[in-house]
């Protein structure tokens, strides 16, 4: 069955400090990969994506993830964390061409001034 | 502006009652899809529709239902089948380069 899993509930990093939240995927076939924000009580506003092609995606707000198919790993990474970045993160794939999506549990980052 | 429109932001059901949440887009996009978000937890697929007037169940579509008459509007109605609608539910659309995108979200309180 297919499955996102974000190990970590919540993250703390300092402003200024580097940032990566980790996602794990199962999925038998070529996954379609995406990253969303959600400040409290918004919609979900996309970071970026993978289809195919480099392994390595850039997106919005200096935002840019890996895509590791060996390890069924896609982990979003951020080199200097912003005040404005403390929101929640999640991870999903996206099945067949309908392209459901299946969702992480989402990680909640906090940033300490 | 472009861009996917959900209403109304809150809503209150009393037991027994049906409630339609609003979904409209005018993004030209074909494929809708409905989630449902509950504290604590990723989203939940309830229906999707990649064309007008076809439909599919997702993961969690007991007690909802939905229909898809016009391209722009995809209505959610939240029964009275459904036990526990307490929850934040989002529409998205998706578009020909395969990017999904969000709505605000509508909260649904049942009181």
């Known amino acids: 069955a297919q499955s996102v899993t974000q190990p970590d509930i919540h993250i703390t990093v300092s402003e200024g400090a580097s940032l990566e939240l980790r996602c794990n995927y199962s999925?038998?076939?070529?996954?379609?990969l995406f990253w969303y924000v959600q400040s409290p009580g918004q919609g979900l506003q996309l970071l970026l994506k993978y289809f195919s092609g480099d392994t390595l995606v850039q997106g919005i707000k200096g935002f840019e993830a890996e895509f590791k198919r060996s390890q069924s790993s896609f982990n979003l990474r951020k080199p200097s964390v912003h005040w404005s970045d403390a929101a929640e993160y999640f991870c999903?794939?996206?099945?067949?061409?309908?392209?459901?999506?299946?969702f992480g549990s989402g990680t909640r980052l906090l940033v300490r001034p | 502006d472009g861009g996917i429109t959900q209403s109304p932001k809150y809503l209150f059901r009393k037991e027994g009652q049906n409630v339609t949440l609003s979904c409209e887009q005018n993004?030209?996009?074909?494929?809708m899809y409905w989630y449902r978000q509950d504290p604590g937890q990723g989203l939940r697929l309830i229906y999707y529709?990649?064309?007008?007037?076809?439909?599919q169940k997702g993961d969690i579509a007991e007690g909802y239902s939905v229909s898809r008459e016009k391209k722009e509007s995809f209505p959610l109605t939240v029964t009275s089948a459904q036990k526990n609608p307490t929850a934040f539910y989002l529409c998205?659309?998706?578009?020909?380069?395969?990017?999904?995108?969000f709505g605000e979200g509508s909260w649904l309180t049942v009181v």
């Open positions: 993004l030209n996009h074909d494929a």
């Open positions: 998205a659309s998706k578009n020909t380069g395969n990017t999904i995108y």
């Open positions: 999903a794939v996206g099945v067949d061409s309908s392209y459901k999506l299946i």
């Open positions: 999925y038998g076939a070529t996954p379609y």
């Open positions: 529709s990649q064309i007008v007037n076809d439909f």
